[in-house]
């Protein structure tokens, strides 16, 4: 088998970064130390990575490929959204399995697997549950036979997706049996309504962010994971959109509480200002919604000081015509895939040993795909990111995005993705793609 060797670059290796040779082979990290070491032979391939930064791929643990909401459906497919992914340094995604009120969970998956066939970098998902029937419950136990690790579940969206109280609190005791990890969407359904029809008649687009307010996520994800504590469940907040939710978090650690804490890109450098005096609010459309701009660097502390363990996209490839088409019903979601990493690491104070923790090890570890995924250490899946560590300025024209826009656009980003492999295979190189649709693989995530 030939091997392939990542020569002469400065590598993430235990959350340090350190001069360091990798060796590959059968798609595995096999070694890593001096390439003198590793018994190459002429037929074996060398890349050169001097002056390059090497990350372990990044695991984008919350995004939506070939959405489909039932009032809203995205307009690209798998094939289309990994290889935006693979782009932007994501090697391995973690999707949601939909299931349409009454269908039964495990068709849902299968047709989820189905459609993500022609993915090129490696995938798994979560389970949404829409009510707390039976049976419903009794899949939710299958699960991990499954290779299922998480649960979704919401706290608003009427009537599809909303659960009630003593609903969540059944799927979390299925849950806590089953090992499984649920991730929450936290927002209080009553207060959204309220402010809704407080704002009914005024324009959406400059409204929204009042329409949903901070305190709704807040009081939302206090209540779940007090739940979670009677349950004695794993949960992780989904989206936290703002600094007092990332307290919430820590202090329900120090009280013991199993709960982890995700945010993304666009609470960290998108503002409620953007909704409001933007000549595009369109392009500001979310849930939850961006907020005041003195929470972005609250948020960014927080992932630098651990409050919060994830940094994802949410990604939604809702085009500029989907987005653009009405100022009543607009599609909630932004696309970020080929973005994350680049903002991320422009965090002020972010090294690159912290950058993989929140978008790769952390992510792994929390939803059971470690020790094959998440770190650059032998018996690891080859899945690597090569970059040069420099600024750039985000320009959408350049992002050959399906959404065919970005919100970050003109915003500042570290970080130029030069070389992505996934599994021992080059997919992506200076942004082009080097590898066939349906390469990538579902991956069987563990329990805990």
């Known amino acids: ?33 001096n390439a003198d070491a590793f018994g190459l032979t002429p037929d074996d391939e060398v890349v050169d990575c001097s002056g390059k930064i090497i990350l372990p791929g990044v695991i984008d643990a919350h995004c939506h490929i070939q959405l489909d909401t039932g009032i809203f459906a995205t ?38 697997r189905d459609q993500a066939m022609a993915s090129i970098i490696d995938y798994t998902f979560h389970m949404t549950a829409l009510d707390a029937s039976e049976k419903t419950l009794q899949s939710i136990a299958k699960c991990p036979e499954w290779g299922i690790s998480s649960l979704k579940l919401y706290t608003t969206y009427r009537p599809n997706y909303y659960l009630d109280d003593a609903s969540i609190l059944k799927i979390l005791e299925v849950a ?16 959204v309504s309220s402010e809704a029809a407080k704002h009914a008649g005024e324009d959406v687009l400059r409204a929204y962010p009042d329409m949903r307010p901070a305190m709704a996520e807040a009081e939302a994800a206090e209540r779940m994971i007090r739940l979670a504590q009677y349950a004695q469940a794993r949960i992780v907040i989904a ?9 919430i978090v820590a202090q329900a650690r120090m009280r013991g509480a199993q709960v982890f804490n995700e ?43 651990g409050d919060v363990d994830m940094v994802i996209t949410d990604h939604c490839a809702y085009t500029r015509a989907q987005k653009t088409s009405s100022k009543s019903s607009i599609p909630g979601g932004l696309p970020g895939l080929q973005t994350l990493l680049p903002l991320t690491a422009s965090i002020p104070g972010m090294t690159w040993p912290k950058l993989a923790r929140v978008l790769s090890r952390n992510p792994a570890k929390i ?23 420099e600024s750039f300025e985000i320009d959408e024209s350049k992002l050959r995005s399906f959404a065919e826009y970005s919100p970050f656009h003109g915003h500042s980003a570290r970080g130029i993705v030069e070389t992505v492999i996934r599994r021992g295979s080059i997919i992506a190189q200076n942004g082009e793609i080097c590898t066939a649709l349906g390469t990538g693989a579902f991956i069987a995530a563990s329990t805990h």
């Open 75 to 112: 307009q690209d497919d798998w094939g289309a959204g990994s290889c935006e992914a693979a782009k932007g340094g994501v090697t391995t995604v973690i999707d949601f399995v939909g299931p349409q009120p009454g269908e039964d969970l495990c068709d849902a998956l299968h047709e989820r």
């Open 239 to 247: 989206h936290n959109s703002c600094a007092e939710t990332a307290k």
């Open 263 to 305: 945010t993304a890109p666009q609470y960290m450098f998108l503002s409620a200002d953007d909704n409001k005096l933007s000549p595009e609010p369109w392009r500001y459309i979310l849930q939850p919604p961006l907020r005041d701009v003195s929470n972005n660097e609250a948020l960014q502390r927080s992932v630098l000081f």
């Open 176 to 191: 806590k049996a089953a090992g499984l990890t649920t991730l929450i969407h936290c927002e209080n359904d009553a207060i």
């Open 367 to 389: 939803y059971g795909l470690w020790p094959k995924k998440g770190a650059i250490a032998p018996g690891f899946d080859a899945d690597i990111v090569i970059l040069r560590d």
């Open 1 to 33: 088998m030939r091997k392939l060797c990542l020569k002469n670059g400065q590598a993430v290796i235990d959350e340090a970064l350190l001069p360091v040779d990798i060796c590959i082979e059968d798609g595995k990290i096999v070694a890593i130390g």
